[in-house]
């Protein structure tokens, strides 16, 4: 049985990751987004294709269609309502989020800010294991296993990456870029309160990964399973809550609080932002697909 309204309260505790990418982050929502790309100004993007035939008006808009994935289109039917909540987020990180990363920055030293990223990236090992071997890349999930493993035992739970020193690194993989690679179409551009940028295929494969990793079913459960037992039982469900909450929280300032410079930096230097963070992040998933 998976009770619906604690998955809904934690998505949105895992949601506030908007924030940091609205403020300004590489371009990007949240941690993600424009944060693994080149800076807004100097991304140019490749010249439309011809239009696709048009639909007619009555027909029901289809999610997945007119998505041409690395094609270059911007597909965003939705922008009046996206641009509106883009705002909204903005805002949430203008008066809440970035003064709290202000504080935060100012007390914990940047060695520890670190160790707390590498811990919660090591903690996501799972689904990225996973979609390494639902795309058939063995090598990737290899390398998955070997960081996990040194990470976990050497580095003091994944507080130090030391895979990286010897030289086992890959690109992150998660079920969105799994659809894709299985030819789900992107479909809509799609922003949401509080939540990171996606596209609806992305947006299904966000939720697919929060049950792929054990974390949320074994540990602090938001899915239950019946007669499978749990580090924190079921019935104590407002402990999970608040365990799987603070964490995100704790996770987003500590992302917002490292990057504060750089996306104070893209903010100002973008006249229009939403699209920037939209073009960008197409991109972004369009090249992580391709790859």
């Not at 039917?77 to 202000?102: G, H, Y």
């Not at 058939?136 to 290899?142: E, F, P, R, S």
């Not at 469900?237 to 990057?259: A, C, F, K, P, Y």
Request: overall charge negative.
């Amino acid at each position: 049985m998976i009770p619906f309204r604690l998955l809904a309260f934690s998505l949105l505790g895992v949601a506030m990751m908007l924030a940091t990418g609205c403020a300004g982050k590489t371009g990007t929502v949240q941690p993600q987004g424009l944060s693994e790309a080149s800076p807004v100004e100097d991304q140019t993007l490749a010249p439309p294709p011809s239009s696709p035939p048009e639909t007619q008006s009555d027909e029901p808009l289809d999610p997945f269609a007119m998505a041409y994935e690395g094609a270059g289109e911007e597909y965003d039917p939705w922008e009046p309502m996206n641009t509106s909540i883009f705002e909204f987020n903005r805002q949430v990180d203008r008066f809440v989020l970035k003064p709290v990363a202000k504080g935060y920055d100012f007390v914990m030293p940047d060695l520890v800010q670190v160790g707390i990223s590498n811990i919660f990236s090591n903690l996501r090992f799972a689904p990225r294991f996973l979609n390494n071997v639902f795309q058939g890349k063995i090598k990737g999930a290899g390398i998955e296993v070997g960081r996990f493993l040194i990470n976990s035992t050497v580095g003091l739970g994944g507080f130090f990456d030391l895979a990286k020193h010897v030289d086992l690194v890959t690109s992150d993989e998660d079920m969105g870029q799994t659809l894709g690679f299985y030819g789900v179409k992107p479909g809509p551009y799609l922003v949401l309160p509080l939540l990171p940028p996606f596209t609806v295929r992305d947006f299904f494969g966000y939720v697919g990964d929060v049950f792929l990793n054990p974390i949320n079913w074994l540990v602090a459960p938001i899915i239950e399973v019946n007669n499978v037992p749990s580090v924190i039982s079921h019935p104590n469900r407002m402990t999970s809550s608040l365990i799987q909450t603070g964490s995100r929280v704790g996770e987003i300032v500590n992302e917002r609080s490292r990057n504060l410079e750089k996306y104070q930096g893209v903010e100002e230097a973008t006249l229009d932002l939403y699209t920037a963070v939209r073009n960008a992040y197409l991109q972004t998933r369009a090249k992580a697909i391709r790859e």
